[in-house]
């Protein structure tokens, strides 16, 4: 994962469209990511998490998808609403150490 | 089931000064980690504590400290305040189950200010 600067990658879209948000990870040995929406003033909130033996897994309007080979995650947000304003993390972590390297995040701004 | 709650929400607090900041993790969860958040660095790892026992350490100087209790709740200590030492502070709770990760559950944070 990096750190988060100062300036975040930033998605506009508009409302009802479907949104793809994504992380690259550095680390071949991660097994294990988490995506987590982030609104403003408040703690990051868990969406959706996949293991490494998959590469597909569904939410409620989510979905997150993995590629090992290019060490890939991606979020997909399916009819965004505005609700779903937010900075999005990815944290990818490995067996055994129960610690996530978060991504930079990325700001999803959804238009009316 | 109540979430990770976190107090207080907002502090002040003037250079030089300490503070401590209070976790409770949800009901069962016995692992806690503690997390800096800023503009400039995003989000870092400060330490994770388990059935009271400290097993990682993010690389922060030693004025970052903490502990946990046997209910679980946390508390972290920032001794000897500087400016940038504010931040949002984040304590997250996850059940730990052998070595297989779970996701963590974070709280509101504590949004510190030093001044």
């Known amino acids: 994962g990096e750190s988060v600067g100062l300036h975040l990658p930033t998605l506009s879209v508009q409302e009802g469209d479907n949104s793809i948000i994504n992380c690259a990870y550095s680390?071949?040995?991660?097994?294990?990511f988490i995506w987590y929406k982030q609104e403003s003033g408040k703690g990051p909130q868990f969406i959706i998490d996949?293991?490494?033996?998959?590469d597909k897994r569904q939410g409620q309007r989510v979905t997150v998808l993995l590629n090992k080979t290019v060490k890939h995650l991606s979020l997909q947000i399916a009819a965004t609403q505005p609700g779903d304003s937010a900075v999005y993390f990815c944290?990818?972590?490995?067996?055994?150490?129960?610690?996530?390297?978060f991504g930079r995040g990325t700001s999803l701004i959804v238009h009316p | 089931k109540a979430g990770v709650t976190q107090t207080p929400r907002y502090l002040i607090k003037t250079r030089g000064q300490q503070v401590t900041l209070s976790c409770s993790p949800i009901?069962?969860?016995?692992?806690v980690s503690w997390y800096q958040q800023t503009p400039g660095q995003g989000l870092q790892f400060l330490f994770e504590?388990?059935?009271?026992?400290?097993?990682n350490k993010g690389n922060f100087p030693g004025r970052f400290s903490g502990r946990q209790f046997s209910n679980s709740r946390s508390e972290m200590n920032v001794s000897t305040l500087e400016l940038g030492d504010s931040a949002l502070y984040l304590c997250?709770?996850?059940?730990?189950?052998?070595?297989?990760?779970?996701?963590?559950?974070f709280g509101q944070g504590t949004r510190l200010t030093v001044v």
């Open positions: 997250a709770s996850s059940f730990r189950v052998g070595k297989v990760n779970t996701e963590a559950f």
């Open positions: 680390n071949s040995a991660s097994d294990y």
């Open positions: 996949i293991r490494s033996n998959m």
């Open positions: 944290a990818e972590s490995s067996g055994g150490s129960y610690i996530p390297t």
């Open positions: 009901s069962g969860h016995r692992s």
């Open positions: 504590y388990f059935s009271e026992t400290q097993r």
